[in-house]
């Protein structure tokens, strides 16, 4: 009897590390989040800082909501394949999100308070979107659409005010939305979550917004139209 016990008590260790490691293989789609130690002295480099750091608020804010609402069920989680995938496809629409409110957020900053051309703004906040998208899709996002995020996305920034100032808050308007939209929690939660979770992701940009404006340091070939 013993014996069957032990081994009872395998098999589920077995299958829990089994889905830990799924989901740990998950999250490392997921660019890595690091604290850069040099200056932003590129657009490219710019968009490249929009990914990583829209990838920490994005995990952050969504495994941070589902733990804390699941409460001592969070590691029940790792046993339902459902809840696995549907937390993957939420972290990824919820990115998407993160992704295009802080890439307006840089490129109307580097155009307005940098005066850097809104034109080679607006074309590198595109083609930099589209770069972070695709280098967090996985062989088993098919539910994930790309060209119509990076559709929507261009239509914001077509539709953005490149020459007039703008407000920070109304450009981090998606992302705060997109954690309640997308997370895998039941409806009754949400509507009783809505203020603490938008709160959670707006907070989270602050320190965000802050490093970016204290690591900008562009050439004067930036502030010119070539």
């Avoid at 790792?78 to 295009?100: E, N």
Wanted: hydrophobic letters at 45%.
């Amino acid at each position: 009897m013993a014996t069957l016990i032990q081994l009872g008590v395998v098999l589920v260790i077995t299958y829990i590390l089994k889905k830990l490691s799924e989901f740990r293989d998950m999250v490392r789609q997921y660019p890595v989040f690091r604290r850069r130690s040099f200056p932003i002295e590129s657009l490219e480099s710019a968009s490249e800082f929009v990914a990583t750091r829209a990838a920490f608020v994005a995990q952050k804010t969504m495994f941070g909501y589902v733990k804390t609402r699941m409460g001592t069920s969070y590691p029940e989680m790792f046993r339902d394949d459902v809840m696995v995938s549907s937390l993957k496809i939420a972290t990824l629409y919820h990115y998407s999100a993160c992704l295009s409110d802080l890439m307006v957020y840089v490129f109307l900053t580097l155009s307005g308070k940098y005066q850097v051309p809104s034109d080679r703004c607006m074309a590198e906040a595109i083609i930099g979107f589209r770069k972070g998208l695709v280098s967090n899709l996985g062989p088993g996002d098919e539910m994930f659409n790309l060209e119509e995020a990076c559709i929507s996305f261009k239509a914001r920034i077509d539709s953005a005010g490149w020459d007039e100032p703008f407000e920070t808050f109304d450009v981090f308007s998606h992302s705060p939305k997109s954690l309640i939209r997308w997370a895998p929690i039941a409806e009754e939660f949400k509507n009783l979550d809505q203020d603490i979770a938008e709160n959670s992701v707006t907070f989270a940009w602050i320190e965000i917004r802050k490093e970016f404006n204290d690591l900008v340091n562009l050439p004067d070939s930036y502030l010119q139209d070539l």
